[in-house]
T-cell receptor, first 112, second 114 residues
Framework: DVKVTQSSRYLVKRTGEKVFLECVQD?????MFWYRQDPGLGLRLIYFSYDVKMKEKGDIPEGYSVSREKKERFSLILESASTNQTSMYLC???????????FGSGTRLTVV | AQSVTQLGSHVSVSEGALVLLRCNYSSSVPPYLFWYVQYPNQGLQLLLKYTTGATLVKGINGFEAEFKKSETSFHLTKPSAHMSDAAEYFC????????????FGTGTLLAVQP
């Protein structure tokens, strides 16, 4: 069964900390995505990557960066966590254009 | 630009009743359309998708959706709701062009009353 694995289900971090959210897929997919999900706002794209070391900004990249050193791993980095980054973070991957996504289980991040 | 509108952020039905969740899209290119379901504290799971061909698409758990180009709609239906269908449902459309992004609606939370 294909899988996207997010390293943590729940995280609590302090304001100003540097936070790493990890995502690994075992499907050899080219494309990987990071979304955040907030009530009433749906899913908003933060960053995506279509190849190793390649990345593009999504709709809300401010305060975030990403890293994709290997095809299977896509990391989201909060450079200096703030309380308005408290959210559910979802990682997804797909093999190409017009395919649906496979999602991870999500990481619920609380910044205090 | 592509966009998705889901009418009704909350829908409540009785067990055994028809489920109808509405989705309208805007797209400048032939759309690929998707419905996802999310159970509490979980990621999203693909219910069904329309790419090309037959406009009535059947998915998992007894759900189906019909692509109506003239109405720019892709409504999700299920003839008889079950308690286990209570979840949040998201409609999505491809963003077009060379990118592989999906554009998501804001979701509809389905409650099923006994």
């Amino acid at each position: 069964d294909v899988k996207v694995t997010q390293s943590s289900r729940y995280l609590v971090k302090r304001t100003g900390e540097k936070v790493f959210l990890e995502c690994v897929q075992d499907m050899d997919h080219e494309n990987m995505f990071w979304y955040r999900q907030d009530p009433g706002l749906g899913l908003r794209l933060i960053y995506f990557s279509y190849d190793v070391k390649m990345k593009e900004k999504g709709d809300i990249p401010e305060g975030y960066s990403v890293s994709r050193e290997k095809k299977e791993r896509f990391s989201l980095i909060l450079e200096s966590a703030s309380t308005n980054q408290t959210s559910m973070y979802l990682c997804a991957s797909n093999p190409g254009q017009n395919y649906g996504y496979t999602f991870g289980s999500g990481t619920r991040l609380t910044v205090v | 630009a592509q966009s998705v509108t889901q009418l009704g952020s909350h829908v409540s039905v009785s067990e055994g009743a028809l489920v109808l969740l509405r989705c309208n899209y805007s797209s400048s290119v032939p759309p690929y359309l998707f419905w996802y379901v999310q159970y509490p504290n979980q990621g999203l799971q693909l219910l069904l998708k329309y790419t090309t061909g037959a406009t009535l698409v059947k998915g998992i758990n007894g759900f189906e959706a019909e692509f109506k180009k003239s109405e720019t709609s892709f409504h999700l239906t299920k003839p008889s709701a079950h308690m286990s269908d209570a979840a949040e449902y998201f409609c999505a459309v491809t963003s077009g062009g060379a990118t592989n992004k999906l554009i998501f609606g804001t979701g509809t939370l389905l409650a099923v009353q006994p």
